[in-house]
């Protein structure tokens, strides 16, 4: 099985900062790989798929990047709308999904 | 636009069961695979099954195998959870969400609000 690790956890940034979240998988998942964002009460929004690829609406402050087993997820600019839970999935095994643990991003 | 409804959560005792819901409307249900997704309170993401289009294969998480199965009804563009042998470890919001792909590559593109489902005596 495949598994995801994300790091950090969780992370307390600013209006402005720039803002990194790594996720790895245990094995290759060549680019089989998106990125979510999920607000408190509310279901997870697609924010990046195939690694690096902006889904529709997205605003471009949003980025993806990474193949193989290390991906990473930048805010360029964080935005007060920005503070929520992230998470990556690889799709790799598909038709079998897996999350990553999520990383919290929160006002410091 | 695309719209994903559940239904059909709430209070159930253990090893009691369960039918979870998921009404779509604003594109052709048929032509697209469906899964369910789980969270428990306070926790990640937790995938749980896949349906194909057709409903002629189901895949399933190792944690749900054997006691959920999903289905679909395309001609009322619904999707379907049967959860079964419930343990207060299936507390969780259920969510649906519909399979986009393009080319080799899947992702989740629109999900539904969540039906929470409260396993308790």
């Known amino acids: 099985d495949i598994q995801m690790t994300q790091s950090p956890s969780s992370l307390s940034a600013s209006v402005g900062d720039r803002v990194t979240i790594r996720c790895r998988a245990t094995?290759?998942?060549?680019?089989?790989l998106n990125w979510y964002q999920q607000k408190p009460g509310k279901a997870p929004i697609l924010l990046v798929y195939?690694?690096?690829t902006l889904q529709s609406g997205v605003p471009s402050r949003f980025s993806g990047s990474g193949s193989g087993t290390d991906f990473t997820l930048t805010i360029s600019s964080l935005q007060p709308d920005d503070f929520a839970t992230y998470y990556c999935?690889?799709?790799?095994?598909?038709?079998?999904?897996?999350f990553g643990p999520g990383t919290k991003v929160d006002i410091k | 636009q695309v719209q994903l409804v559940e239904s059909g959560g709430g209070v159930v005792q253990p090893g009691r069961s369960l039918r979870l819901s998921c009404a779509a409307s604003?594109?052709?249900?048929?032509?697209?695979?469906m899964h369910w997704v789980r969270q428990a309170p306070g926790k990640g993401l937790e995938w749980l099954a896949v349906?194909?289009?057709?409903?002629?294969?189901?895949y399933y998480a190792d944690s749900v195998k054997g006691r959920f199965t999903v289905s679909r009804g395309n001609p009322k563009s619904t999707l379907y959870l049967q959860l079964s042998s419930l343990t207060a470890e299936d507390t969780a919001v259920y969510f649906c969400?519909?399979?986009?792909?393009?080319?080799?590559?899947?992702?989740?593109?629109?999900w539904g609000q969540g039906a929470l489902v409260t396993v308790s005596s």
């Open positions: 604003g594109f052709t249900f048929s032509d697209y695979a």
């Open positions: 195939a690694a690096s």
């Open positions: 969400a519909r399979e986009e792909r393009r080319s080799s590559i899947y992702y989740l593109d629109h």
């Open positions: 349906i194909t289009y057709d409903g002629k294969n189901k």
């Open positions: 094995q290759h998942i060549r680019n089989y």
């Open positions: 999935q690889q799709t790799y095994t598909t038709p079998l999904f897996t």
